[in-house]
């Protein structure tokens, strides 16, 4: 079965700083890689998306998440956070007929 | 297009009462999923359906929980006898086919007093 780690529950990062939340994944097979974005009461809405193309994917609002075999990682990045991102955000993988998520980052951003 | 749409987008209840949600998936859409969010677990797989197979049930945490979908469209997420740890919010999603990624509804935030 997948599992998806994510540390630090809370970042807090500047406006105009370096937006970096972390994921590792565990499988035996190729997997299917995502993140997500739920900003308050509302559902989760698809960021980006790695289905073993290329290993550098570029997904909404400047978002982009590079997978690395070697450290069974899909880390996301922005280079410049706005205050609009403040949201929470999951990374998930899919195997065994479901997504299987991390527990989360709630990004607040510090004007 | 239109996405996934929940209803309804809140409900009180008593405990001992049973619940019913629905899910509209995307049009077109081959697979649905119910996933369960809650504080203390996170985000949890609940039920699975494709197309006119049998649904994967795995998720379900105990048999007061049920789920149908009708037609290969609409499904009904049905909750009996419901319990204090029942309140979460309940999210649905669908998924086209030779797709791997899911988009989902708003949810439906329960809460059992």
């Known amino acids: 079965a997948q599992s998806v780690t994510q540390l630090g529950s809370h970042v807090s990062v500047s406006e105009g700083a370096l937006v970096l939340l972390r994921c590792n994944y565990s499988s035996s097979v190729p997997p299917y890689l995502f993140w997500y974005v739920q900003y308050p009461n509302q559902g989760l809405q698809l960021l980006l998306k790695y289905t073993s193309a290329a290993t550098l994917v570029k997904g909404i609002n400047g978002f982009e998440a590079e997978f690395k075999k070697s450290e069974t990682s899909f880390h996301l990045t922005k280079p410049s956070a706005h205050m609009s991102d403040a949201a929470e955000y999951f990374c998930a993988a899919y195997g065994n007929n479901r997504l299987a998520f991390g527990k989360g980052n709630q990004v607040v951003v510090i004007p | 297009g239109a996405g996934v749409s929940q209803s309804p987008s809140n409900k009180v209840t008593e405990k001992g009462k049973d619940v019913e949600l629905r899910c509209d998936p995307i049009?077109?859409?081959?697979?649905l999923y119910w996933y369960r969010q809650s504080l203390g677990q996170g985000l949890e797989f609940l039920i699975y359906?494709?197309?006119?197979?049998?649904?994967?049930k795995s998720g379900l945490p105990s048999d007061r929980f049920s789920a149908e979908r009708t037609g290969g469209s609409v499904s009904t997420l049905t909750i009996q006898r419901t319990q204090q740890e029942d309140s979460a919010v309940y999210l649905c999603?669908?998924?086209?086919?030779?797709?791997?990624?899911?988009?989902f509804g708003p949810g439906t935030r329960l809460t059992v007093t």
């Open positions: 999603a669908s998924r086209p086919a030779g797709a791997y990624e899911q988009y």
């Open positions: 049009s077109g859409h081959t697979a």
């Open positions: 359906f494709q197309g006119n197979s049998a649904p994967d």
